[in-house]
């Protein structure tokens, strides 16, 4: 600023300051000061605006600006705006620009294209002056609170209490946004939420801590320790002793009475019911439980629709052995068995003596008791202050301040003074109310103590849980609060990690980051019709068909107008279209055949991360994990027995890889056909990393499109083509139909076929970026050569996501082809992809808080809770 410029500021200054009594200097001061801070970012918007015109702009006259220009501005997009500046700062714009170039998919293929130099010049330019990203110190991204979803919560809450708690029936599913239930932004906490929240913190309480410090003593026989007689009773693996309706039968069971004395049983069980038919079943039967020869139960049973019972039985025994027996009598030996019904016996309690000489610690009294609780009220309260502490430490995942301490042990002295109340059921009100904070339900986070960064790191604290409940999905353990403590975290990390990892929770990770990335956990829910699939690989057959067109006419027709001669018509149809149906039934999916192919996706995923094998072999590999029962449904012979196994498959087969896995087959089809755009958008989507915009409104219907086929059925290929003729469909179907098409050869089941209506299949194609192939087997051989980089940006974007719990935004490039970089340099290894996640300052660090990538309605700010 100039001399004469500096004198009339001053002397403006001067003149309003002087009738207020402010210094004048110190308004120049603090002027001076503010024009000069301006001056950063306004040499960098000039610095971006003079290497655009250098390195950037002549690379998009050259290439790009032919389409992309104010005249034509083909998709949307156009290079020459009269004010470049708009264009320069057009963030969304240039994300769009790096990921077509980087996927070579712009220019298209027949147009020239940059030279590898060219484009390396631009994604520079894109983030590191676009962008802004500072490469030393990369913004680590927005803050968000995230509360504990579902599997968290349960991890968490069996880690802290011992209590498997089922919050996937207790609690409604929970949100996801951009594919995971681990985004903070989606994660929202309704009414009905916070009120099942402080249900499910009571009845965890409940379960986990005794009320008591004395109960009488307690002994759990399961149903199948009761030795049976010559009937042979079945026993289901939950333990129980299943008992039929139709069979006479005995079960004995003899128990060690350790004194004389009153004592208490407690019969658990169930009636159990199979539907046939829609018919009813009248049989009934007699339970008869007796304590040697004394009769204390004998109750009839009819058809309860799997009703439970408890029966609470009293008993006077000496000390010595006790023979408990379980009797069932048929009451209906003429009734027509219809249906299969059974008492399933869980178990016996046995309670006692009753009397409180014999009383004990109740189980888990010493965990959450350890040692005496003090008779003197001083010492009990310090007691249960040093308890409390302790717990709301671990629960809140970071140490407490003493006055949140204080007003619990409070609470606590108030539950217990209360009649009829004990130190035990105060301390579990103060529990249950931790159960209920926000401090435990969200992840609060912390930075480290007076840090003058921009984006401070996390303290120790925060940096334990983020690492827990990445790899974990629940709160951390004893070591890692133990070096959180110390402040020796940060410096062990990398020990801590591969300890992580080798532990049986990491389970956890395998099953939620795969179950969502790759889809597997939609195996348990998608609809597929088996018989409506198999049916359309049948070879044509006119007279079939003219068979079943007179069943439709048939059926149509009130019944009471049918003539006899019809009526014997239809039973017939009806009998020989069950016949057809029962050849398709070991094609249905079943429970255990979906579970199988979960495992299969999981444990392959698993092999991978265990043995640090590359990431490239989820596309394709040699091997897969199967039993006999999934083995028989791919076709493929030698693997006998219901455990899930690695086979190498054989030469040349299609199989191997996360893409020829049911999981992924059937998930990417519709319920009576496969869908090759279905198919094309996963790969675009969770392989290459590219998804397509989301299709326009009216959209003509495919089936629509296959009227245009004149002569015959049209294959799908054949459907697709005509749907692409359409100007809205061709850009997005060019790039999401080879792809699927790729995989025509499995059907809607993923099971191998030849033909699809009684056509030869032909799964070749070419990509948009120019690359052909003609079988499933040279596409997944050009996804993990020629397209590589993009399976591992898409990798990584995927796993930042799930890990951060945000979407990514432009100032994430960096991380992620640094990340890239080194996937690249080692040929995959997964150890290299985590760890380059924890180490990255998008994980390290927090950023400052700026608007939410995600639209959340309704949602607000959770306040601290102390």
């Known amino acids: 600023m100039g001399r004469r410029r500096q004198d009339w500021l001053r002397d403006c200054i001067g003149r309003n300051a002087s009738a207020t009594g402010i210094d004048a200097s110190a308004l120049v001061i603090v002027l001076l000061v503010a024009t000069l801070a301006c001056c950063p970012a306004k040499a960098a918007d000039q610095h971006a605006t003079a290497d655009f015109q250098k390195t950037v702009e002549p690379v998009l006259d050259q290439y790009c600006t032919s389409c992309h220009n104010s005249d ?56 590191y002056s676009a962008f802004g990203i500072d490469p030393k110190n990369p913004d680590p991204g927005r803050v968000t609170l995230r509360r504990l979803n579902r599997t968290e919560y349960r991890n968490t809450v069996r880690e802290l209490l011992g209590v498997d708690f089922n919050a996937g029936a207790e609690f409604p599913a929970d949100d996801t946004g951009h594919g995971f239930d681990t985004i903070g932004d989606v994660l929202t906490l309704s009414p009905l939420l916070l009120e099942k929240y402080i249900a499910a913190a009571r009845s965890v309480v409940t379960q986990a801590l005794p009320s008591q410090s004395r109960v009488p003593v307690e002994r759990r026989i399961p149903g199948e320790q009761f030795a049976p007689d010559t009937s042979k009773p079945s026993r289901p693996p939950d333990g129980s002793l299943t008992l039929s309706y139709y069979k006479a039968a005995t079960a004995t069971h003899e128990i060690q009475a350790a004194h004389s004395g009153h004592y208490q049983l407690v019969l658990d069980l169930r009636a159990n019911e199979s539907f046939v038919d829609g018919q009813f079943d009248y049989n009934k039967c007699r339970l008869i439980f007796k304590s040697g020869d004394k009769v204390l139960l004998s109750q009839e049973f009819s058809r309860q629709a799997g009703k439970s019972y408890r029966f609470e039985l009293e008993q006077d025994w000496d000390a010595g052995k006790q023979p408990l027996t379980l009797q069932v009598e048929p009451l209906t030996p003429n009734e027509r068995q219809v249906r299969s019904l059974s008492l399933a016996v869980q178990a016996v309690t046995v309670r006692g003596p009753m009397a409180k000489e014999h009383w004990v610690r109740p189980e888990n009294h010493e965990r959450f008791f350890p040692g005496v609780v003090p008779g003197n009220p001083q010492e009990r309260r310090e007691y249960g202050r040093t308890l409390l502490k302790a717990f709301v430490t671990r629960a809140y995942r970071r140490p407490v301040d003493g006055e949140t301490v204080d007003r619990l042990v409070r609470l606590a002295e108030a539950t217990s003074a209360k009649p009829g ?52 999905s629940s709160m951390p353990d004893k070591e890692l609060f133990g070096l959180a403590a110390e402040n020796k975290l940060r410096h062990n990390l990398s020990a801590q990690v591969s300890r992580m990892l080798t532990d049986k929770r990491s389970s956890e990770f395998v099953r939620n980051f795969s179950g969502q990335w790759l889809q597997a956990r939609s195996i348990d829910s998608v609809n597929v019709n088996a018989f409506a699939v198999l049916s359309k690989e049948q070879p044509i057959d006119p007279k079939a068909e003219e068979k079943r067109a007179r069943f439709r006419e048939l059926v149509r027709k009130p019944l009471e107008t049918l003539t006899d001669a019809e009526k014997k018509e239809l039973e017939e149809a009806r009998a020989n279209f069950g016949r057809r149906s029962q050849r398709f039934a070991q094609f249905e999916l079943t429970g255990n055949l979906r579970r199988a192919m979960r495992q299969e996706t999981e444990m392959t995923f698993e092999h991978l991360v265990r043995n ?21 449904f791919y076709g493929i012979d030698g693997v006998t027995g219901e455990q899930m196994r690695k086979v190498t498959l054989p030469a040349n087969s299609p199989r191997g890889g996360i893409l020829t896995q049911g999981t992924v087959l059937i998930v990417t089809s519709n319920p009576d056909r496969t869908s090759p755009v279905k198919r094309g958008l996963y790969i675009l989507d969770n392989i290459l990393g590219t998804p397509p915009p989301a299709p326009p409104p009216n959209v003509t219907p495919l089936e629509q499109a296959a009227a245009g086929v004149k002569g015959k059925p049209p294959t799908l290929r054949e459907s697709l083509k005509v749907h692409r003729n359409e100007a809205l469909c061709n850009s997005c179907h060019n790039r999401m139909d080879p792809l699927g098409l790729a995989f025509e050869n499995f059907n809607a089941l993923g099971r191998w076929r030849d033909k699809e209506l009684n056509q030869p299949i032909e799964a070749g194609g070419e990509l948009l970026t120019g690359e052909s192939f003609k079988d499933v087997r040279e596409l997944k051989r050009i996804l993990v050569t020629d397209r590589r980089l993009d399976f591992y940006r898409c990798a990584t974007e995927k796993m930042l996501i799930y890990a951060l719990g945000r979407g990514l935004e432009p100032y994430d490039a960096h991380t992620v082809d640094e990340i890239v970089g080194k996937l690249e340099a080692t040929k995959g290894r997964p150890s290299v992809l985590i760890s380059g996640i924890i180490e990255s300052p998008a994980f390290q660090r927090r950023g400052e808080n700026r608007a939410s990538a995600v639209a959340v309605t309704g949602s607000k700010p959770i306040p601290d809770s102390k």
Request: aromatic letters at 10%; charged letters at 30%; hydrophobic letters at 40%.
């Open 72 to 127: 034509l501005k083909k998709g949307g997009i156009a290079f020459d705006p009269e004010d470049r500046s708009q264009l320069i700062a057009n963030k969304e714009l240039w994300l769009k620009t790096l990921k077509m170039l980087r996927a070579e998919m712009m220019p298209p293929k027949g147009k020239r294209r940059p030279s590898a130099e060219e484009v390396t010049q631009v994604e520079k330019w894109i983030k």
């Open 612 to 632: 640090d094998r590359s990431l490239l072999e989820l596309i394709e590999s040699d091997y897969t994990f199967l039993n006999e029962r999934l083995a028989k």
């Open 421 to 472: 109340q004990t130190f035990e059921a105060g301390m579990a009100q103060a529990m249950t109310v931790v159960l209920a904070s926000p401090r435990f339900l969200y992840r609060e986070e912390g930075t480290v103590p007076n840090s003058t960064d921009r984006y401070p790191l996390l303290d120790e604290y925060s940096l334990a849980s983020r690492l827990s409940y990445f790899l974990w």
